[in-house]
């Protein structure tokens, strides 16, 4: 690629990933007065992928304070989904109704615990509710709050090279009709698959290598992060930079059709019991496991009487490799028979359509490694966000919600560079991200504990430690700390 004789700093930060996180600190950095930047993504389009997630108090109070408009859409947009009904709409029977709750049971369809999913609950609590939102919804409600020219699909990154004499990053990219695939972060749907598998990859060729310049670059490009294998290639770090398989797999299927009418009403009676959304597992066995990694099966209850459900279960790569479909049903039904699941459970899944069945291994960057093995989440002018450091599975629902954490500290700490003009500065720009990942890797380092052991789902006394530590924070308050 010829090199301009006059190379140019073409931003002042450039983030790669339009996902969530990205776009948080984009939207943080753009009201903060930092306008010369740019988000770059691999996705042809934007488009409604991805699942719905939880935002939890302490992400919903990392939005507010990184962006309030940001803020007051995205609770207005998942209060709608979690109340579709108007207040003037609804009958005496559902105001008499009791609030929503996610219900954990045993297999004898005892209830084990229990959490409101009440937006108004959470917020008594923690001082911030609690909304569901698809994936999508979320990006699109960041993405509209930014110039439309701040954020560009279509650009994968394959390099990030540091441009010490010019006091900056280069960052390459190409853009075509491919992305690429991420076996990381993403569910194996046979069905997607046929419908990738169609399409002639040749008749969308890669485009040339196109290149920006950025004072400050910010990977925020998930568990499979490019920016984090470029990075840590040829350093002490090198074999950090794929994330590891945590040891479980998630199996599901959105909706399993024609179940017998008794059978429907069998699960109804021992285990739905009127509720949205119901863990089941065997409390004997997952009292006695080590690591708390049992399988357990959660039941998705919908309005037309369908029943999705999603299991988690430990398996080896090995054990699930080339599976799909009915061989996928079959290992599925296999693992609840051996963790002694009731029949109307196996039978329930037996019903399932090969066709959409899904699944996926879930994968984690653990941050507790000792040092000094211990991978930075930056170098130089590079740092990680989100997934991009920290990503796990998502058992206690806090990945979208610790990556919009890191996307609040970010945009303070850069802030910080700008009123400073540090921007040439390399010494304050490592200091500023050792400053980030300083408060950060305590708090994920127990994040991912909670997440692989699930401890605060099993203890009460830890689980309400971990509540108060998690969800309680002031996030204004650790902010102001930041820059003392």
């Known amino acids: 690629m010829p090199e301009n004789s006059n190379p140019k700093i073409d931003y002042d930060v450039a983030i790669v990933g339009a996902g969530p996180v990205g776009l948080a ?43 309030t408009q940001a803020y007051e859409n995205i609770k207005e947009t998942g209060n709608k989904l979690n109340n579709p009904t108007q207040p003037n709409q609804e009958t005496k029977a559902q105001k008499n109704q009791s609030a929503p709750r996610w219900v954990t049971r045993n297999v004898n369809g005892e ?127 090198s074999e950090y930079s794929k994330p590891e398989y945590s040891g479980v797999v998630a199996i599901g299927s959105g909706g399993v059709y024609e179940i017998p009418e008794a059978l429907s009403q069998k699960i109804q009676d021992l285990f739905i019991q ?88 879930y994968y984690i960057h653990p941050v507790n490694i000792p040092a000094p093995n211990q991978p930075k989440w930056n170098m130089g002018r590079v740092v990680l966000a989100g997934d991009a450091a920290h990503g796990m599975p998502p058992f206690m629902g806090q990945g979208a919600n610790q990556g919009l954490e890191d996307a609040a500290v970010i945009t303070t700490l850069v802030t910080e560079i700008d009123k400073q003009n540090k921007w040439d500065d390399l010494v304050a720009i490592e200091t500023a991200f050792s400053k980030y990942e300083g408060l950060r890797r305590p708090l994920m380092e127990r994040i991912q504990y909670a997440t692989l ?18 969800y309680a924070r002031n996030i204004d308050q650790i902010m102001q700390t930041l820059l003392s």
């Open 25 to 67: 600190t984009a939207l943080g950095l753009y009201q903060r007065g930092i306008e010369n930047i740019i988000v770059l993504d691999q996705t042809r389009a934007f488009r409604k992928v991805g699942q719905g997630l939880d935002l939890l108090p302490n992400g919903l109070k990392a939005i507010k304070y990184t962006h």
């Open 111 to 237: 209830e084990i615990r229990s959490f409101s999913l009440e937006y108004d609950e959470w917020f008594h609590k923690y001082g911030e509710g609690r909304v569901s939102i698809s994936w999508y919804d979320l990006q699109t409600q960041l993405r509209t709050l930014l110039p439309e020219e701040v954020v560009k699909a279509n650009h994968r990154c394959i390099n990030v090279v540091a441009e010490p004499e010019l006091k900056c990053v280069r960052a390459d990219f190409i853009s075509n009709q491919e992305v690429e695939t991420n076996p990381y972060a993403h569910w194996d749907d046979q069905q997607e698959k046929n419908k990738s598998s169609s399409v002639n990859s040749s008749q969308f060729p890669e485009s040339e290598i196109t290149s920006i310049r950025t004072k400050l670059l910010i990977a925020a490009d998930g568990i499979n992060s490019t920016v984090r294998q470029v990075i840590y290639k040829e350093t002490p770090y």
């Open 274 to 361: 009127g509720s949205r959304i119901v863990t089941i597992l065997n409390q004997q066995i997952a009292e006695n496991s080590t690591e708390n990694q049992t399988p357990r099966i959660i039941l998705f209850s919908r309005q037309s009487g369908q029943c999705g459900y999603l299991i988690h279960t430990p398996l080896t790569l090995e054990l699930l490799a080339g599976k799909s479909g009915k061989e996928l049903i079959d290992l599925a039904i296999l693992e609840l028979k051996k963790a002694n699941f009731p029949e109307m459970i196996q039978q329930l899944v037996a019903l399932s359509s090969p066709e959409k069945i899904i699944q996926r291994p």
């Open 453 to 470: 052991t699930r401890l605060p789902l099993s203890s009460e006394q830890y689980g309400q430690e971990y509540a108060q530590q998690v």
